[in-house]
């Protein structure tokens, strides 16, 4: 658990966020979101390389990772475009280079497109971002959420193990694959997890995804060709509809880029950005 420590806390309208950064003061700063039901851990080993040119912003949503998590919290993607607005206030940052992934895709794009976030350029890397999503697993615990809190501890954990593993094409290391399940057990964890699939509603990227063609910063649209979770053809539509955006497939990696990939999405994100930064 030492090895990825967010240190900061901020008090945001959806509960306290967790948030930490790294990289010398005063360079460009790029933020990093992560997905579900993954944390900011997604993204230690490209934080790190990218902290070497740039002062890097990493934080975990309300409800997730070492986040708050309580009962009737709001943690859906209309409620998470607002805190991400907000810590934008609060870094006192006004045009940052971005990055997310999953439905950190969805949050960047609701906190540009609806809340008047300014971005120096956007890296989007196998987002949620184009109706319909959701695996059929996601589907059914979303419609029966309140069944599945109730399962038994262990079996909730086996399940989530399965889940978790399966957004990964090259399999997860059992190190890693515990570290993104952690978060997710125990008596505040397990209706957390079912809580954040629950309030997943699809109406949050219907209400922006026709505006994708108003995107006029630098967009990286970055796609594990192997990802089971959306299917790459949804990165090339995705890239089709944001005026002058990059496609860029990444052989050999599922849903889970930064774990199957993470060189490979690195040198991607460090070329889109140095090109941005200038």
Do not use: N
Not at 224 to 250: C, M, N, S, Y
């Amino acid at each position: 658990m030492s090895e990825w420590q967010l240190t900061e806390t901020f008090r945001s309208t959806s509960g306290d966020v967790r948030w930490d950064r790294l990289g010398q003061p005063g360079r460009q700063p790029v933020v990093l979101l992560h997905g579900t039901p993954f944390s900011s851990y997604v993204w230690r080993a490209v934080a790190r390389s990218l902290a070497r040119r740039h002062q890097v912003f990493v934080w975990d949503m309300p409800g997730y990772g070492a986040s708050e998590k309580y009962t009737g919290q709001d943690v859906s993607l209309a409620a998470q475009g607002r805190v991400f607005t907000e810590l934008l206030e609060h870094w006192e940052l006004e045009e940052p280079l971005v990055v997310a992934h999953d439905f950190g895709g969805a949050v960047s794009l609701r906190a540009h497109l609806l809340h008047g976030a300014r971005y120096r350029a956007l890296a989007l890397v196998d987002p949620v971002a184009l109706t319909p999503w959701g695996s059929p697993f996601f589907l059914l615990v979303g419609e029966h959420s309140d069944v599945f809190e109730q399962l038994p501890s262990a079996l909730h954990h086996a399940l989530l193990r399965e889940y978790v593993s399966s957004a990964s094409s090259r399999g997860l290391h059992p190190a890693v694959r515990d570290r993104l399940v952690e978060p997710w057990l125990g008596e505040l964890g397990q209706p957390a997890f079912y809580r954040q699939i629950a309030q997943a509603d699809q109406l949050h990227t219907e209400e922006v995804q026709d505006r994708y063609g108003e995107i006029a910063i630098p967009t990286l649209v970055c796609w594990g060709h192997d990802d089971t979770w959306i299917p790459v053809a949804k990165g090339r539509e995705l890239a089709a509809r944001i005026p002058g955006a990059r496609f860029e497939p990444i052989a050999g990696a599922g849903h889970l880029v930064q774990e199957d990939a993470p060189a490979e999405l690195t040198a991607a994100l460090v070329d889109f950005l140095a090109r941005s930064d200038r």
